[in-house]
């Protein structure tokens, strides 16, 4: 479970989070959405402590133990290291074998590149070096933002959304995308200027939008859709 209250983020005179608060249930995939520039990213970074916040509380589940995952939209490779080096690496860190990692190498689609160096690989191919990475330690709650956004190839987009889909955990993704949101997510959380329009089920949201704003975010929607 993620349960957020009154969280509070400025930049100098800037109010960039203006009071969020939401909870995501177990099990639970909720997608934010918004305009560039409305808090998205802040938000995560918030909640996952790449940012100090303001002012507020943040709880990520029940136990101190849990393992968290992120994806940020910087792979963060190491150059040095070829992709299954920098694969292995959070298991290396912790201690712990690294007999699974090329069951994830062959996951996410890179089998046969695992000894190539991330100047060798296609951004595509890097960001799934990082979602792989992420996805070695095996993450009790996932914070991702835009973890897909080199990806233009649509059955590989979707493949990706599969795998996480599988997982079934707690997440809280980041997305430009509403269609995406639309098809991925149990719930949508969509923001405007740092505060929250709308925090609904995809359905709701497109019979009931709370706002001017989720109804032109609606009607801007791919015409194919």
């Known amino acids: 479970m993620i349960q957020i209250k009154n969280l509070v983020k400025t930049f100098e005179s800037n109010t960039v989070l203006n009071k969020i608060s939401f909870n ?30 303001d002012s507020g509380k943040v709880m990520l589940g029940y136990s101190d133990t849990l393992e968290i995952g992120t994806l940020f939209q910087s792979f963060a490779l190491l150059p040095h290291k070829t992709v299954l080096e920098n694969i292995v690496l959070p298991l290396e860190v912790r201690g712990l074998s690294t007999a699974k990692a090329m069951e994830v190498v062959e996951l996410v689609g890179l089998l046969g590149k695992q000894d190539l160096y991330p100047s060798k690989l296609l951004s595509s191919q890097q960001q799934k070096v990082a979602i792989a990475r992420a996805l070695v330690t095996d993450p009790d709650i996932w914070l991702l933002d835009e973890p897909f956004s080199s990806i233009l190839d649509s059955e590989s987009r979707t493949q990706m959304q599969d795998i996480f889909l599988k997982l079934n955990k707690t997440t809280l993704f980041v997305t430009h995308d ?37 109804q032109k975010i609606i009607t801007q929607r791919r015409p194919d859709r």
């Open 178 to 214: 509403f269609d995406e949101a639309l098809s991925i997510a149990d719930k949508i959380l969509i923001m405007k200027d740092g505060s929250i329009e709308q925090f609904d089920t995809p359905n709701d949201i497109l019979s009931n939008p709370a706002s001017d704003y989720v």
């Open 24 to 53: 995501v249930n177990d099990r639970e995939l909720v997608c934010i959405v918004g305009e560039s520039g409305c808090g998205k990213s802040v938000l995560l970074k918030c909640i996952s402590k790449y940012l100090d916040k």
